[in-house]
Protein backbone atom coordinates (compact mmCIF):
# COMPACT_ATOMS: atom_id res chain seq x y z
CA UNK A 1 0.00 0.00 0.00
CA UNK A 2 1.31 3.56 -0.79
CA UNK A 3 2.14 5.64 2.09
CA UNK A 4 1.99 9.47 2.72
CA UNK A 5 3.91 12.09 4.95
CA UNK A 6 1.64 14.21 7.02
CA UNK A 7 2.44 17.15 9.21
CA UNK A 8 -0.23 16.98 12.02
CA UNK A 9 -0.70 20.49 13.78
CA UNK A 10 -0.36 19.95 17.82
CA UNK A 11 -0.53 23.72 18.31
CA UNK A 12 0.87 27.32 16.59
CA UNK A 13 4.17 26.42 17.53
CA UNK A 14 4.23 22.28 17.29
CA UNK A 15 3.98 19.75 14.81
CA UNK A 16 4.64 16.45 14.22
CA UNK A 17 5.76 14.39 11.19
CA UNK A 18 4.56 11.02 10.77
CA UNK A 19 3.63 8.12 7.99
CA UNK A 20 -0.07 7.44 7.07
CA UNK A 21 -0.85 4.60 4.54
CA UNK A 22 -3.35 5.71 1.66
CA UNK A 23 -6.08 3.92 1.23
CA UNK A 24 -8.19 4.06 -2.41
CA UNK A 25 -11.14 2.49 -2.59
CA UNK A 26 -12.81 3.64 -6.18
CA UNK A 27 -11.81 4.91 -9.77
CA UNK A 28 -12.07 8.45 -8.80
CA UNK A 29 -9.91 8.32 -5.29
CA UNK A 30 -7.21 6.69 -7.97
CA UNK A 31 -7.52 9.66 -9.95
CA UNK A 32 -7.52 12.00 -7.21
CA UNK A 33 -4.22 10.64 -6.46
CA UNK A 34 -2.56 10.52 -9.33
CA UNK A 35 -3.45 13.89 -9.94
CA UNK A 36 -1.78 15.26 -6.65
CA UNK A 37 -5.39 15.84 -5.20
CA UNK A 38 -9.27 16.66 -5.85
CA UNK A 39 -8.30 20.59 -6.50
CA UNK A 40 -5.41 19.55 -9.10
CA UNK A 41 -8.14 17.05 -10.86
CA UNK A 42 -10.88 19.92 -11.21
CA UNK A 43 -8.29 22.37 -12.62
CA UNK A 44 -7.14 19.85 -15.28
CA UNK A 45 -10.84 19.15 -16.04
CA UNK A 46 -11.96 22.75 -16.47
CA UNK A 47 -8.81 23.72 -18.78
CA UNK A 48 -9.49 20.65 -20.77
CA UNK A 49 -12.94 21.30 -21.33
CA UNK A 50 -11.77 24.93 -22.37
Do not use: C, F
Not at 33 to 39: D, M, S, V
Amino acid sequence: MPTVSVSVRLSVLRSSPLRAIVRIDTPVEVEYYRNGGILQTVLRKLVKEN
